[in-house]
């Protein structure tokens, strides 16, 4: 009973950004019934992954997370930027001026 309210309190959290990313926009995104949260704070992004994902899965998400950093942020990923995996990565944007 004494775990019951603080598993309810981190259901809840979602997805929270990376200490540089604290004040970022947030958006939230569902594709193929798969949910990301994506973090834009200047030029710099964060995607997370919400969920589990099984063996064999990994690289199509992680595919799917790049395909959605232009896509959410309008902004040119610096793929060269890229650092993580499947579950969380971050990178840095060429945005319009």
């Known amino acids: ?15 929270s950004p990376a200490v540089e990313f604290m004040g970022a926009t947030r958006t939230d995104v569902t594709v193929a019934g798969r949910n990301y949260t994506v973090f834009q704070k200047g030029e710099r992004v964060e ?33 060269h930027s890229l650092r993580g995996d499947s579950g969380e990565m971050r990178g840095s944007l060429d945005c319009p001026a």
């Open 47 to 79: 995607v997370i992954r919400l969920g589990h994902a099984r063996r064999g899965e990994h690289q199509a998400i992680r595919a799917t997370m790049i395909e959605l950093i232009p896509r959410v942020t309008g902004c040119r990923l610096l793929e």
């Open 1 to 15: 009973m004494r775990w019951t309210f603080p598993m309810m309190f981190l259901a809840a959290c979602g997805a």
